[in-house]
Nanobody
Framework: QLQLVESGGGLVQPGGSLTLSCGAS????????VGWFRQAPGKEREAVAC????????KFADSVKGRFTISTDDANDTAYLQMNSLQPEDTAIYYC???????????????????WGRGTQVTVSS
């Protein structure tokens, strides 16, 4: 059974940092394009950052550019989202997902991501 599991969420003060991790079971995560997405209460799910295989290309939402970094670790078969300078508006459930549609244009459109984790809560508050 294919499964993604996120971890690393929590409560952090404005200006603080968190690193989210995404691990896989049943498949090799780094054979896929990986994306991080978030959904805040009352809002639609939105893309945060995506990374192509081997990390050759990344995409970021304008709201997180310069603050968030996405990476993958082949040795641990894990994807990461390093989040710095967190603000209250970053509060959301964060999900990782994978896109196995190789040969198609690299995208951060959540509709193109096929397998999803259950999410991890990130709360930014003083």
């Amino acid at each position: 059974q294919l499964q993604l599991v996120e971890s690393g969420g929590g409560l952090v003060q404005p200006g603080g940092s968190l690193t989210l991790s995404c691990g896989a079971s049943g498949f090799t995560l780094n054979s896929y394009r990986v994306g991080w997405f978030r959904q805040a209460p009352g809002k639609e799910r939105e893309a945060v950052a995506c990374i192509a295989r081997k990390g050759v290309t990344t995409k970021f939402a304008d709201s997180v550019k310069g603050r968030f970094t996405i990476s993958t670790d082949d040795a641990n078969d894990t994807a990461y989202l390093q989040m710095n300078s967190l603000q209250p508006e970053d509060t959301a459930i964060y999900y990782c997902a994978v896109n196995g549609r190789m040969g198609t244009p690299f995208t951060c459109d959540p509709e193109r991501y096929d397998y999803w984790g259950r999410g991890t809560q990130v709360t930014v508050s003083s």
